[in-house]
Nanobody, 128 residues
Framework: QVQLVESGGGLVQTGDSLRLSCAAS????????TGWFRQAPGKEREFVAA????????AYVDSVKGRFTISRDNAKKTLYLQMNSLKPADTAVYYC?????????????????????WGQGTQVTVSS
């Protein structure tokens, strides 16, 4: 069992940066691949980024490549999302998620249904 708690959201201006954190409980965080999703008002939940259990592999949706960086510190049981050059289109509730998987093969990480645990979300608002 893993519990996830996001933090770090807020209201920023276009071009600013934010770092989201996702603190995990449980003893086996290092056994889970993890990801970030977001959901804007009136839109479906969208995959943002994923990282393998050991941190060696990452994946991003095209719209954030070059601006966002996903990372994890297994010793601290924490997942991060560094978001730079933020745009109004990035405004959403951001969720972290964990899956009982190790690698990122076959693009399973793009699909929310493949994750086993979810956080409660943190709001990111980017003003123009």
């Amino acid at each position: 069992q893993v519990q996830l708690v996001e933090s770090g959201g807020g209201l920023v201006q276009t071009g600013d940066s934010l770092r989201l954190s996702c603190a995990a409980s449980g003893r086996t965080f290092s056994s889970y691949a993890t990801g970030w999703f977001r959901q804007a008002p009136g839109k479906e939940r969208e995959f943002v980024a994923a990282i393998s259990s050991g941190g060696g592999s990452t994946a991003y949706v095209d719209s954030v490549k070059g601006r966002f960086t996903i990372s994890r510190d297994n010793a601290k049981k924490t997942l991060y999302l560094q978001m730079n050059s933020l745009k109004p289109a990035d405004t959403a509730v951001y969720y972290c998620a964990a899956a009982v998987r190790i690698g990122l093969g076959s693009s399973w990480y793009k699909y929310g249904r493949e994750y086993d645990y979810w956080g409660q979300g943190t709001q990111v608002t980017v003003s123009s």
